[in-house]
């Protein structure tokens, strides 16, 4: 059984590379991401709380995050494993998730602020299914449109260069010294994100002794 938390700047390709070792090794994927996406669009009470501060740009609470989690983990449908991306953010977040769980690896996408926001700027997400597209690496065939459902591709409510500033400065200040918490572990593996996907998830495996990736036909 493998466990491992993805950890990375907004844009750092987390959701992406934690899908293609989910794929591979049985993983189950855990996105805190996606589960407050869903809460949005089935505008629960949670959505209204998690809609609010992300157009500010400002991280989920510690308690809300940690509740989430949990209640996910909780359900222990990850026979082989899980990945975790978007969690933990926080001192608090990682200390409450080293007491129950032992991780195998953290995996740290490192991508200079320089490169976040040119990544950022050109996430699209559709309004419809929820798929998710970037301008620069993963066009839609129909300019505006999402391939699978046909709607409309909209910037996610957080992607502003307002609020950017703001997650980088929030990031920094409460993610960086989740890593410390890590090191001291030593089970982080320091990953260079500013390669094309399959380069990075190459080295992801290198690193962390798995097999090479071989890209498959979806």
Known sequence: ????????????????????LARDLDLVRI?????????VQQRTKIGAHVRRTMAAGKLVDDDLVESIVQERLQLH???YGFIIDGFPRSRDQAEFFLESYDIDAVIYLDLPDSDVRRRVLARRLCARC??????????PTVEGRCDVCGGDLVPRADDTEEALVVRLREYHDKTDPVLEIFRRKECVVVIDARPDEVTVQQEIRRQLGLPEYVAKDD
């Open 1 to 20: 059984m493998r466990k491992y938390v993805i950890m990375g700047v907004p844009g750092s390709g987390k959701s992406t590379q934690a899908a293609m």
């Open 31 to 39: 996105t805190v991401g996606d589960i407050f996406r869903w809460h």
């Open 77 to 79: 449908d990850w026979n």
């Open 130 to 139: 929820g798929m998710d597209y970037n301008l620069i690496a993963d066009r």
